[in-house]
């Protein structure tokens, strides 16, 4: 069996972002203590349902995680090692930039992370503030550089496109300031205003710069990030050759992974369960998840039981392509046939044919890929290609 990622929430944050719409909340030290004994439960429940899978990716995600602290950090990370072996493990923590983070990179670069994902949203110092955010430029090149002194090379950052008042200019700004610093990695999202958000309740989304003005953002930014030596692999994500998310890359192939942790996420076998949105339930019951198809009760060694039927219907063969034409590389004739043997593709070139022309995606004779401006409209593009296959159901 192949390895598995896993995943961890922690749902901690020193304040809300007026857009974020994930769970987070703030939390004292009794509160991440809590937590952190719940987290470390929850990955011995799951290493027992799912056993003798092995691990090569861990991701610590949240939330803030950087905010529990080296102790905890290094205490989830060693229970996750020895859970499920992780074995030449890419091994992710989520920070935010701020200063004096080098004592703490210190002790994850001793614990064995060696990939960082910052949140730096813009290097322009308007559009953070107006995003919410705590840190300065200054700081998030600092932290970069403290990280790499730790021995913590392959870092990420994120960039936020379509922010009220941003332009080409300032977007090739934020670009460059990720270029100089050298990162491997850039996440560049399009801001999207969430129902419930602080920015929902103020009307951002009508400052926003319209589908027309996002869509010039948006290629214009591919455009920068591949000049500088950034590939697009996924919609939103861009890497030097060889530092791409491998943990991420488990979602967008349909591999397995494991979420643990509030609100956390997990799918094996095409069995996908998640945990409610509460801290207090998960460190009551750190292995009480619900199945992502009807919302029941669901322990994990039900989802390690359907989890070995497999899963290679319509269903699932829908979900995979879905997910495939997420990334810059699409999918694959022979490779799907070898997941789903009934994949039958011979009705795809004639419904991409269209779109090919219109320049959303890319026909050749071992399979079909969406480009960046079919990224643009992804969620049309990959429902006309999955309507033309007889029983495909995403």
């Known amino acids: 069996m192949s390895p598995l990622g896993v995943y ?19 939390g004292d030290e009794s509160a991440m203590d809590a937590y952190t004994a719940a987290a470390l439960a929850g990955i011995d429940a799951a290493a027992r349902a799912f056993a003798p899978r092995r691990a090569d ?29 992780l074995s030449d493990a890419e091994v992710t923590v989520e920070v935010n930039p701020a200063d004096g983070l080098r004592p703490l990179f210190d002790s994850l670069a001793a614990a064995g992370v060696g990939r960082l994902s910052m949140g730096l949203q813009s290097a322009v110092s308007a559009e ?23 021995g913590i090379g392959n870092i990420s950052l994120d960039l936020m496109l379509g922010i009220p008042q941003q332009t080409a200019e300032s977007v090739e700004q934020s ?78 192939n349909r591999e397995d992974y494991l979420g643990i942790g509030p609100a956390a996420h ?8 998640y945990f409610p949105r509460d801290l207090r ?25 359907r989890a070995a039927k497999g899963a290679t219907g319509p269903e699932a063969l829908g979900e995979y392509l879905m997910l495939r034409l997420r990334l810059a590389a699409g999918f694959d004739y022979r490779e799907t046939r070898a997941r789903f043997p009934a994949f039958d593709p011979s009705p795809l070139p004639r419904a991409a044919a269209p779109m090919a022309r219109a320049g959303l995606c ?33």
């Open 8 to 26: 961890l929430h922690v749902p901690f944050c020193a304040s809300k972002c007026p857009y974020c719409d994930f769970y987070s909340l703030a």
């Open 57 to 85: 990716t861990l991701y610590l995600g949240g939330g803030t995680p950087s905010l529990l602290g080296a102790a905890r950090l290094g205490a989830l990370i060693g229970r996750a090692r020895s859970a499920f072996g």
């Open 128 to 150: 953070t503030a107006f995003l919410g955010r705590r840190h300065t430029p200054q700081q998030a090149a600092d932290a970069v550089r403290d990280a790499r002194a730790a």
């Open 175 to 252: 670009i460059d300031f990720c270029a100089a610093l050298g990162v491997d990695h850039i996440s560049a999202y399009l801001l999207k205003v969430e129902e419930g958000t602080p920015f929902a309740r103020r009307g951002v989304g009508a400052l926003c710069p319209d589908e027309d003005a996002q869509a010039d953002i948006y290629l214009r930014a591919v455009e920068l990030l591949g000049r500088r030596g950034y590939r697009q692999y996924e919609i939103s994500n861009f890497a030097r050759p060889g530092r791409e998310s491998r943990h991420n890359l488990k979602y967008w």
């Open 266 to 273: 997990g799918c094996v076998g095409g069995a996908r369960y």
């Open 281 to 305: 339930g998960f460190v009551e019951n750190p292995a009480a998840v619900l199945s992502e198809r009807d919302d029941e009760p669901l322990a994990l060694e039900a989802v390690a039981a």
């Open 362 to 394: 890319r026909i050749n004779e071992s399979g079909i890929a969406l480009t960046p401006r079919g990224f643009l409209v992804s969620n049309a593009v990959i429902a006309r290609l999955l309507d033309a296959l007889p029983g495909a159901i995403y």
